[in-house]
């Protein structure tokens, strides 16, 4: 039972992440009076770890091994090291669970305000008209219930505040935005550019990130230290808790719970409005309740869903708002780097060093396969772009001994390498449900992931291979190395995506195109649960832009007295 109520607000947002610091941002500086309800600590003067040398931690950044007895999946994560694996969930208390023949890899479960934008890549990409209308253009899926007009806007708005460093193409595929100066391309990455779209028209650009090349908004222009992931004193690259969570909080009219893991939305006697949500503290393991007008989940898409899917009732056994049946269905992430190649280019020569500038950044070849120009590839449907970039790494498996090897490590020949990111189509049969036999350390049910790639995005991945090694040769690559990854296992592309999807009929989507549920006129989910695709670029910046355009919708809607 729960030991205490706690006061009402007008609305109560769950998670402090990418989606939930816009919602309580936008909400608190329009005069509404908000909860952040945040599973994860504060983040504290002490998460600016960026500039400590390995030799200053414990395990001197080689405690893999020891990492991985508490966090064996998080560990699989690139950005976790020893610098920050404590802002990463324990998968130990915080478990989720498989068939035996469908592994997922469910990486990035942080618990620290910010949520994931502590640690992610920062990769900012606009979706395309085509993107939004994959069912009209090619007959799988559906289509999103709102088109890209609908959404430039607030790509402004979101793009104007964070500040997105890119270069304008003219691309369809991947429409501009609202940039900051771009971050420079290497010698190398200038002659892949020019001679790729020469000879095959297709569009190399510097990669459009959510990293500051000149101060905005009271933050510092990056300065090049390099591991964004371990926190940025300068708040130079963009992250919720030091962002657009301070805004929200200076307002007045923002609460911040945190260690406070949602467990249910609870409903009225009518079941028929939210009236707030039950939360189990994580130091002390007492449960609380939070009243409000209106409840918005923002817990990341997977998390979202399991408070759903938590919250049934005898009246909605399964899973609050899932008259529709298709809550927790449609699970996607992207293809990651499942194919791809690397080539060398030896008329560049660089001398790798240790106090070098790190450009945080790298390249991004827009797509080019089904273009709505181009030809139609027989062999999948949708697409997929490339991500990478020029090593800047000492090449340790130089042969060799004494100062020649030494030499020969530090001055290598660049190497390129492009990594695919491809689109994965909703299938009914990807889905999450809850497991009725394990639950957390707080004694939540977890999720049971049942997720598999199909044959479309098996076909892309050789298909990644061939068209990476062919743009390397035509850049006059040598030593060209294509590479397969048949059985990536989902997960790895930490865009988990659909699982709560939009749409315009009530009988088979989840939500609106505002992202508030068909079924309870109060109950929004405003992260990316709510997408109808997955594009092939990265979706935090269309997750913010959605979400500061459905919280306008929320708040009119309280306005007209409908909520
Ligand atoms: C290593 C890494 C690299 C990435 N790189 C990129 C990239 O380059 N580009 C890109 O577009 N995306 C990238 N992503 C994905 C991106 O971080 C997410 O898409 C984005 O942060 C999602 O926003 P969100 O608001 O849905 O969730 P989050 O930002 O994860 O925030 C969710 C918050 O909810 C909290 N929460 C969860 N469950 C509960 C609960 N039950 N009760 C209360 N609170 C809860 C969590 O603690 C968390 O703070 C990356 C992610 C990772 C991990
Ligand atoms: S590279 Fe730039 S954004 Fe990243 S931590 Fe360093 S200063 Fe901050």
């Keep these: 039972m729960p030991q205490k109520t706690d006061p009402s607000y007008d609305v109560i947002v769950v998670g402090s992440g990418a989606s939930g610091g816009w919602v309580a941002k936008r909400l608190a500086e329009a ?74 890899s469910w990486q990035g ?13 920062r990769q900012s990409y606009r979706l395309s008209q085509q993107d939004l209308k994959g069912r009209s253009f090619d007959g799988e899926g559906e289509d999103w219930p709102l088109d890209y007009a609908d959404l430039a806007p607030y790509y402004n708005l979101v793009e104007d505040y964070v500040g997105i460093s890119g270069q304008a193409e003219g691309v369809a595929e991947l429409p501009d935005g609202h940039f900051l100066p771009p971050m420079s391309m290497t010698c190398a990455e200038t002659r892949l550019r020019a001679r790729v779209k020469t000879a095959l028209g297709r569009t190399i650009t510097i990669g459009r990130t959510a990293n500051l090349t000149r101060p905005l908004h009271g933050r510092a222009a990056c300065h090049y230290c390099g591991p964004c992931e371990r926190g940025c004193v300068t708040r130079s690259y963009f ?38 949500i039950r939360y189990v503290d994580r130091v002390t393991r007492e449960m609380h309740e939070l009243r409000a007008r209106a409840v918005v989940l923002c817990a990341q898409a997977l998390e979202s869903v399991r408070i759903l899917l938590n919250s049934a009732t005898r009246q909605q056994a399964n899973g609050l708002a899932n008259s529709s049946g298709a809550l927790g269905r449609y699970l996607m992430d992207h293809l990651w780097v499942a194919g791809g190649a690397e080539g060398e280019f030896p008329e560049f020569p ?20 089904n273009a709505a120009s181009g030809p139609r590839s027989t062999a999948f449907v949708r697409g997929y772009g490339f991500q990478g970039g020029e ?15 030494v030499r020969a490590v530090r001055n290598g020949a660049p190497s390129i390498r492009l990594n695919g990111f491809g689109e994965c189509l909703p299938y009914a049969s990807n889905f999450v449900e809850i497991d009725p036999r394990t639950v957390d350390a707080f004694g939540i049910p977890v999720l049971r992931i049942h997720m598999s790639w199909g044959d479309n995005e098996r076909a892309m991945i050789p298909d990644m291979a061939d068209t990476a090694a062919e743009m390397l040769k035509a850049a006059g690559a040598v030593n060209i190395r294509p590479f397969t990854v048949p059985d990536r296992q989902p997960g790895y592309g930490i865009h988990e995506l659909g699982v709560a999807r939009m749409g315009v ?58 909520i």
């Design 109 to 121: 479960r942080t618990r620290l305000v910010g949520g994931r934008t502590n640690v992610w890549a």
């Design 505 to 562: 009929d009530a009988r088979t989507s989840v939500l609106n195109q505002f992202q508030r549920t068909h079924d309870i006129a109060n109950l929004f989910v405003m992260d990316g649960a709510g997408f109808v695709s997955s594009a092939c670029q990265n979706p935090t910046l269309t997750i913010m832009a959605l979400a500061v355009r459905s919280t306008d919708y929320l708040m009119a809607e309280m306005k007209r007295g409908n």
């Design 31 to 104: 005069g509404v009076t908000v909860a952040i309800v945040e599973a994860g600590r504060p983040h504290r003067a002490e998460d600016f770890r960026e500039h400590r040398r390995p030799f200053d931690l414990p395990h001197a950044n080689l405690s893999r091994d020891l990492l991985r007895r508490t966090r064996p999946t998080q560990t699989d994560c690139y950005a976790l090291t020893e610098y920050n694996a404590d802002w990463f969930a324990s998968d130990v208390d915080e478990p989720y669970t498989t068939p035996a023949d469908k592994p997922f």
């Design 239 to 276: 992250n919720s808790a030091l962002t657009t969570v301070p805004d929200a909080l200076a307002t007045g009219r923002c609460t911040l719970v945190t260690n406070a893991m949602v467990y249910q939305v609870r409903m009225d006697a009518d079941h028929r409005r939210a009236i707030g």
């Design 391 to 405: 090593s800047f790494a000492f090449d340790w498996r130089k042969p060799g001994f004494g100062a020649e090897w």
């Design 350 to 369: 660089v001398e790798v060093s240790l106090d070098r500038a790190r450009r945080p950044n790298g390249i991004y070849a827009i797509r080019f396969r």
